[in-house]
């Protein structure tokens, strides 16, 4: 079965202090990894797409990598406007449909 | 401004009413998208569509209807509206089957 697990849950950081978040998933054949930022009340607002394992992807703080069963979303140097939940979503080989995980709440404080 | 929105952005009924969801996009995509957003679900699929007159289900189809007469539009009707499909719903939309899905800002809807 098809299946996306994302990690920490939550996640405090200090300005400045760097972290990692992890997108594990399974599924047959991958046709795309993505990343979505979403902010209260608000729409998944799109990142990132990683299609192969060894690709890797930045924007501003954010870059993102991906492997055969696993993404890292890296956050350098945070700021308090990347607060937010990171959603990741794959795409299984064959189809449209995306396959969410359940986020991960990212909170930096000032 | 060309996007996606959704209308409306709020919603209360109560149970066994019929309602409806609009989804409208300005992009010209072919691909559009309806999920619901529930805490410790994530987002799940209930329908999607290819192009207009197409239209295909998804994760969580039971209790739903889609139709897509014209490219830009997609409404998910709920026929008979149960609690349990209380939830926040965002629709979305993206050029091609692999292209990113962009989204919607999404109605919370409460069933009472």
């Known amino acids: 079965e098809d299946q996306v697990t994302q990690s920490p849950e939550a996640l405090r950081l200090q300005e400045g202090e760097s972290s990692s978040l992890n997108c594990s998933y399974t599924?047959?054949?991958?046709?795309?990894l993505f990343w979505y930022r979403q902010d209260p009340g608000k729409g998944p607002e799109f990142l990132f797409t990683?299609?192969?394992a060894g690709e890797e992807k930045e924007k501003e703080r954010l870059k993102a990598t991906l492997t055969k069963k696993e993404s890292f979303l890296h956050i350098t140097a945070p700021k308090p406007e990347d607060s937010a939940t990171y959603l990741c979503?794959?795409?299984?080989?064959?189809?449209?449909?995306?396959?969410f995980g359940t986020g991960t709440r990212l909170k930096v404080l000032a | 401004d060309a996007g996606i929105t959704q209308s409306p952005r709020y919603k209360i009924t109560e149970t066994g009413r019929q309602v409806t969801l609009m989804c409208h996009q300005t992009?010209?995509?072919?691909?559009m998208f309806w999920y619901r957003q529930d805490l410790g679900h994530g987002l799940r699929l209930i329908y999607y569509s290819a192009a207009a007159d197409i239209t295909d289900k998804g994760e969580v189809p039971d209790g739903y209807v889609v139709s897509r007469s014209k490219t830009e539009n997609f409404p998910l009707t709920l026929e008979s509206a149960t609690r349990s499909q209380t939830s926040v719903y965002f629709c979305?939309?993206?050029?091609?089957?692999?292209?990113?899905?962009?989204f919607g800002d999404g109605t919370r809807l409460s069933i009472l």
């Open positions: 979305a939309s993206s050029e091609g089957g692999s292209q990113p899905q962009h």
């Open positions: 990683l299609y192969s």
């Open positions: 599924v047959s054949g991958l046709r795309g």
């Open positions: 979503a794959v795409q299984a080989g064959g189809t449209y449909k995306y396959i």
């Open positions: 992009w010209s995509h072919s691909y």
